[in-house]
């Protein structure tokens, strides 16, 4: 099972990021998929996360700024990210919890991807 990150990088303070993951290989079925960041010096935690059934939840500092989503046919996960803080500034991670084709549950974890707010 491999996961892919795509997006982030560099943007003032305000301004709008998208990130994407998708998630390929022995996939029988995925169930929560989410997204977790860390910075500098702080412990991993949290941002946003969807179920399979698509409900979803969010750290209280990301709340009514972010958004997530996902498409179960392409089994990918996407975050919007908008009115972005330098305090969202970190290393974003996507994490899937899966079961393999050899029925083994397991969550895997994306390369990450840096998210700099900065003006």
């Known amino acids: 099972v491999q996961l892919v990150e795509s997006g982030g990088g560099l943007v003032q303070p305000g301004g709008s990021l998208s990130l994407s993951c998708a998630a390929s290989?022995?996939?029988?079925?995925?169930?929560?998929m989410g997204w977790y960041r860390q910075a500098p010096g702080k412990q991993r935690e949290l941002v946003a996360v969807?179920?399979?059934?698509?409900?979803?939840n969010y750290a209280d500092s990301v709340k009514g700024r972010f958004t997530i989503s996902r498409d179960n046919a392409k089994n990918t996960v996407a975050l919007q990210m908008n009115s972005l803080k330098p305090e969202d500034t970190a290393v974003y991670y996507c994490?899937?919890?899966?079961?393999?084709?050899?029925?083994?549950?397991?969550?895997?974890w994306g390369q990450g991807t840096q998210v700099t707010v900065s003006s």
């Open positions: 969807i179920t399979s059934g698509g409900s979803t």
């Open positions: 290989g022995s996939i029988f079925i995925i169930y929560a």
């Open positions: 994490n899937v919890d899966l079961k393999t084709l050899s029925l083994s549950r397991t969550a895997h």
